[in-house]
């Protein structure tokens, strides 16, 4: 039972990560936006996360600053493909190379220090139960107030939206300042909450996974709970094998997160009515408003 | 808000050369930055960093070799990019070329006739190829979104090759160092200096490209699908063949790249092996070189001369060698941000 218990734990403490991340990026997309960057925005919530509970001793201002650092890199994201209507995926990728590189500089005098942990209650800490309220909050927003109605409607169509007189420009920069707050929040996870140490690039594509969640989740909040802890699951099943020893290799088991991730991507796209009915119309597609 | 984008009449042609000159020195500017706050003498560093490396023969070589990887990935990203094509596993194709083509060493070590090498620099090509292959095949039987799945592959084509070298193809008598025997003879790329033929390849690659991008149908096609899909698929052009071609080409490149790397510069496999993350860095050339195949060879130097620059950086300044990183990333932003200006007027204006 104390076994099971554990595993459940870790499986928790592997999924949280993912569903905070691909929550702010349903949200994101849903607006219209592609922003391939959760990996960078992940990585530099982690760093700064790490350094500021470094620095006060306080895990809470480290989440606070990963925070913060997950929407700065996401501002600048929105800078380039909101204002200056630079190509999305582009803008995306290079959002990631500038976290991994900018977070490996500023976490160079981080290696090996230890921070005080996140308190836990029995291994649930605040997050966790943060993650599945956020699940709920933002299925809520998206699909039964007003703002949310128009996130959708500037998603789907912005030049209905902006004839409409919804602000498509503004309501991106807020959606995708959203979704920096969460990726840069489940990076801060990451290195204040769970492992609590920085280790150069130890989001380990866990910002690619999320992002491929919101597809497998066809944008719906609710599915991304079964989807991320779908994955958390696979990849603690994939580490409690390697101690059994059964003479597969390490690195295959290690590959089967990725693996799964791609499966599932398959599974789901080869739907291409079912897909077709929930992607955001606009997605990927600059606006610029004629006047 | 006070800055406006008007929508030029057509491309402005003037600003499509001066982008990624005004996007290189926004960087330089942005370096001295980093190096004043780093308390280090802005000019001086960044003589350090961009022109020192530059002053001596031995360093000269070593640019061409860091380059030449870069060139060759890039050609093929480049034309994938104007097709709309996302490859953005390279770095995997690149671990598939080297372990494909590190294969005949390992388990054929006393083939030594000239065509050995021949041979290895194809099956590195293949071994990259067919592993593009799989996002390919996904991408056009099941719709699957291929920047995702190549980019998972790259994890799955690490951990496949760290196995293997560690595993079945470690050298028996390596003292346990996760590595395979030495590639010797015609099993390694003849070399001038540090200068391998991979050079002479990827420079040929990337002319070859642009060519083909340039002068032939293919590269009209590609094109075509790239900017107009719905007008491409009235041509009778096929989306689907495109894909097919685009990760062909730009994956048996980024295979070829990891052949002549191991064969030219490593003469072993090795884990943990650090040229695959060339793969990314290929992205940004490919995107500084204006998705020109040929603009491609300018900025693979130039973001070889950052690595070397980063190196230099360490040891002359002390920074860690990670600012290398750093501006490379920054310097994708400034080449994005500046290609605004090729389509558009800013404007500023007073809120009315």
């Given at each position: ?141 998206l699909f039964r107030t007003r703002t949310g109605l128009m996130i959708r409607a500037v998603g789907d169509s912005h030049v209905s939206a902006h004839a409409m007189g919804f602000p498509v420009v503004g309501l991106r920069y807020a959606c995708v300042a959203f979704g920096g707050a969460c990726a840069g929040l489940a990076g801060g996870y990451l290195s204040v909450a769970d492992t609590p140490q920085w280790v150069e690039n130890m989001t380990a594509g866990r910002g690619w996974i999320a992002l491929a969640l919101v597809v497998f989740s066809t944008w719906l909040p609710k599915r991304l709970v079964f989807g991320a802890y779908l994955f958390g ?39 291409r009515q079912l897909l077709r009915a929930n992607t955001p119309a606009c997605l990927g597609q600059p606006f610029l408003a004629d006047r | 808000m006070p800055l406006r984008l008007e929508k030029r009449a057509e491309r402005s042609s003037t600003m499509a050369l001066l982008s990624p000159i005004i996007a290189i020195g926004l960087t330089l500017i942005f370096g001295a930055i980093v190096f004043a706050m780093r308390g280090v003498d802005p000019l001086h560093g960044l003589y350090v960093y961009f022109l020192e490396p530059l002053t001596d023969e031995w360093a000269r070589e070593k640019l061409i070799v860091k380059a030449t990887p870069l060139v ?281």
């Amino acid at each position: 039972m104390e076994q099971f218990y554990a595993i459940a734990i870790t499986i928790i403490a592997a999924s949280t990560p993912l569903l905070i991340a691909a929550l702010g990026e349903l949200v994101v997309e849903r607006s219209g936006v592609l922003n391939l960057g959760v990996e960078g925005m992940m990585i530099m919530g982690a760093v700064c996360g790490f350094g500021a509970a470094y620095v006060s001793g306080n895990p809470y201002v480290g989440l606070l600053a990963s925070i913060f650092g997950g929407i700065a890199m996401s501002i600048l994201f929105g800078f380039l493909t909101l204002t200056l209507l630079a190509n999305q995926v582009a803008t995306g990728l290079a959002i990631t190379l500038l976290g991994i590189g900018l977070s490996a500089l500023i976490g160079e005098s981080f290696v090996g220090q230890p921070i005080q942990r996140l308190p836990n209650f029995h291994g649930i800490n605040i997050l966790i139960v943060f993650s599945f309220v956020l699940t709920a909050l933002v299925s809520w927003f998206l699909f039964r107030t007003r703002t949310g109605l128009m996130i959708r409607a500037v998603g789907d169509s912005h030049v209905s939206a902006h004839a409409m007189g919804f602000p498509v420009v503004g309501l991106r920069y807020a959606c995708v300042a959203f979704g920096g707050a969460c990726a840069g929040l489940a990076g801060g996870y990451l290195s204040v909450a769970d492992t609590p140490q920085w280790v150069e690039n130890m989001t380990a594509g866990r910002g690619w996974i999320a992002l491929a969640l919101v597809v497998f989740s066809t944008w719906l909040p609710k599915r991304l709970v079964f989807g991320a802890y779908l994955f958390g699951t696979i990849s603690i099943l994939s580490f409690t094998v390697q101690t059994m020893a059964l003479g597969i290799p390490s690195q295959l088991l290690s590959c089967t997160p990725y693996l799964v991730t791609v499966a599932a991507l398959v599974v789901i796209s080869r739907n291409r009515q079912l897909l077709r009915a929930n992607t955001p119309a606009c997605l990927g597609q600059p606006f610029l408003a004629d006047r | 808000m006070p800055l406006r984008l008007e929508k030029r009449a057509e491309r402005s042609s003037t600003m499509a050369l001066l982008s990624p000159i005004i996007a290189i020195g926004l960087t330089l500017i942005f370096g001295a930055i980093v190096f004043a706050m780093r308390g280090v003498d802005p000019l001086h560093g960044l003589y350090v960093y961009f022109l020192e490396p530059l002053t001596d023969e031995w360093a000269r070589e070593k640019l061409i070799v860091k380059a030449t990887p870069l060139v060759m990935m890039a050609a093929g990203l480049s034309i994938s990019y104007q097709a709309n094509v996302w490859n953005i596993g390279a770095a995997g194709q690149l671990y598939m070329g080297a372990l494909v083509a590190g294969l005949v060493p390992v388990f054929l070590t006393g083939w030594q006739t000239p065509e050995v090498m021949l041979v290895m620099l194809i099956l590195g090509i293949a071994g990259g190829a067919l592993w593009a292959m799989i996002p390919a095949i996904l991408k056009v039987k099941f719709n699957a979104n291929e920047i995702l799945t190549s980019l998972m592959l790259v994890y799955v084509a690490e951990l496949v090759f760290d196995w293997l070298v560690r595993g079945p193809l470690r050298d028996p008598k390596g003292y346990n160092f996760p590595k395979t025997v030495n590639f010797a003879g015609w099993q390694t790329l003849p070399a001038w200096g540090d200068v391998h033929l991979g050079a002479l390849l990827a420079l040929l690659a990337a002319l070859g490209l642009g060519f083909l991008m340039y002068r032939m149908l293919k590269g009209f096609e590609l094109r075509t699908l790239g900017s107009a899909p719905r007008a491409g698929r009235f041509a009778g052009f096929s989306a689907d063949k495109a894909v097919y071609f685009c990760f062909g080409v730009s994956g048996g490149l980024a295979g070829l790249a990891g052949a002549c790397d191991v064969m030219g510069v490593g003469r072993q496999l090795q884990t943990p092996y650090s040229t695959p993350s060339y793969g990314f860095v290929a992205i940004i050339v490919a995107f500084l070189g204006r998705l020109n195949p040929v603009g491609a060879i300018l900025a693979g130097l130039l973001l070889a001369l950052t690595f070397l620059g980063g190196e230099a950086a360490q040891t002359t300044l002390h920074i860690p060698d990670k600012i290398a990183k750093v501006f490379q990333g920054v310097l994708l932003f400034f080449v994005l941000a500046c290609d605004t200006l090729v389509l558009y007027r800013l404007k500023w204006e007073s809120r009315k």
